[in-house]
């Protein structure tokens, strides 16, 4: 076991020295997300901020009923997880703590707003809601103010007339110009809705809005991305099996006090090792990189392993069947297109006709697309049972296959 | 004369339907240099790679220190040491890292292995490179680190298979230089080579191997008691001139019966070495070609098996 181990460390030393192989592991997949990231416009802002825990401050200095409601809006348990309020007095402090970059905004409810807002038919009079926002987080800024204009644009249902806000919000320069055709129209939305029920805002609601609809391509194509890869990274891992031998490396190893079982468990060990390193390692790169959120850890990383097996399984059944190192490059190259293609990492699965989706099931890639996706939309471990499950089956099934063909062939024997 | 440590007896290999080896028998004793000498093809690597546990034979059997290789080849391997003819290293792996990995897999660990690795280095020169990749290494460095795999473990018997082919003068010299060091701190070697001279410098007794036939066996001098009165005379011819030219025409020459270039020296066999001496020194001055020096050499290996074969073993 301890000979298998090395045999299969050494594998992923010499996987993570070739910087060739690197390239297409870690470079492409990573390169080809963050080149699909910038088409779908997901890092039109910055991309320092996650949209998750926004820090702003709210400064209630309105006495009456909308002011108050507003508070809880923000600090309703629906928005927890992606808002993080707090409460000051200080309209000065915290513009100041905006622009030194520890806040992302500052909302200011003035003093007899409630009151103004309800009795003043003059809008050029009302004193109007302020927000203080950093530029440097356009996005969070953007969730803010959405939350803001819908909130605002409830209020308006109750006064009737929506024009008033969105001149206020005009006025004091918090609103450009072009934006108010967008902000009307989602207004027109939240009023209609606002109108159906009486429930407070909730994060779907914002959610629904502009950026998430990218955020949600991303997490569609990193995972493909690292998937197809992995099917590189396996073919690659069973082509130096064959490379060995030609190099002399598996003949030596086989004169050493090493058994055939030893050596063959070392090498799929090496692969499964490298793999998982790769798609734990673009899994990280894309949180950190791209802030994707990929779901429960201890998930995710089943799935990771699960989905490596399975790769694994393609990886040596080609080797098996393969007679030179150059078929099985051959081959897997082949593979990893056809399987990106068939698997899912480009298209979107769910609009293809049934035919294609029952034979997309042969590869890796379509059952760990389909866990990923569930776990990235919030799944659990239980929900991902299924793909976890099948992608087992496939690596066992197919490394049978291929020890069986192999041994039958002849293990470096002759 | 101590046991032997090897002991084969009609081996014999298939490749498919071609024999490669036609049940060969030999003994290797402890301590001793033993050379399989022989032209490419003669079937030199198959019989290594049959006795290392590598393949399996088709007939015959062969034991190693006492254990069958063919019953108990874990056994074997952890007694012999392997140095193959093709380079079979990790190339984006230091020479360090190599010699750990395959230290290893030979069941070494911790401090042994450590030692040992810093030993062999030290034996193979090349302690101030160990920490760079194999892939940067010239060909004779990179043959040291193959022969230093090989001698890890301490093996009672290191098998070398033609471990000079393609580097230059200077690595040659140190590698036989090496072989006799080890030999005489009391490992056991199986030598194969094609080169004469090299199985002449290392061997206590020497097998002729060819078209998978072992056709000699025995010491030197044994085997060159088989020739008969067969001289070799050595001819240095000088840098500038060519020396094809003038063993084409010593070829010729009565009582000649051959002669061959190795760079600038013309080796010749024949019954009468000085009876030539004169003829050849009058074709050298007649095609302007100058002789720096003239040796007359005892019967050798290469005219065993030119009396063997009727053919040079370098063809
Ligand atoms: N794997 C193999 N399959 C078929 N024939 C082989 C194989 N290896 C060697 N041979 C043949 O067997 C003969 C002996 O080869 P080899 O043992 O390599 O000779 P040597 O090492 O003396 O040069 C040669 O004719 C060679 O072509
Ligand atoms: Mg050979």
Redesign the pocket.
Known sequence: MKKAFLIGWKDVKLAFRDRAALLLMLAAPFLLTLGLGLVTGRFSGSSNTGISDIPFVIVNQDEGQLGTELVKVFESEDMADLLEPSSASDPVAARQAVDEDKLAAVIVIPAGFSESFFSSQDSIEAPAIELYSNPARPTSVGVITTILESFLARAEMIRAGSEVTLTQLLSTGRLQPQEVAAAAERMAEQQSEAGASNSSLTLKNVTESGAEVDFDVLAYMAPGMALMFLMFTTTNGGRSLLAEQRLGTLPRLLTTPVNTTQVLGGKVLGIFLTGAAQMLILIVASTLFFQLNWGDPLAVLLLVLAAVVGAVGWGMIITALARTPGQVSAVGSALMLGFGILGGSFINLDNMPNWFRVIAKITPNAWGLDGFNTLALGGGLANILTPILALLIMGVALFAISVFIINRRGFGQ? | MMAPILEVQNLV?K??D?T??KGISFDIKEGEIFS?L????????????VLSTL?TATGGSATIGGHSVFAEPMTVRQIIGIVP?ELALYDDLTARENLSFWGQMYNLSGKTLATRINEVLEQIGLTDKANQRVKTYSGGMKRRVNIGVGLLHRPRLLFM??PTVGIDPQSRRAILDSVKELNRQGMTVLY?T?YMEEAQELSDRVGI?D??ELIALGTQAELKSQVGQNETLVLAVAETDDPQILADKLKTVPGVLKADVIDHTITTITPDAQGIISPTILLANQLGIKINAIDIQEPNLEAVFLHLTGRALRD
């Open positions: 002759r | 290999k490749y498919g071609f490669a080896v399989l022989g032209p490419n093809g003669a079937g030199k690597t198959t019989t290594i790679s393949y003819q298979d033609e194969t094609h191997i078209h998978g």
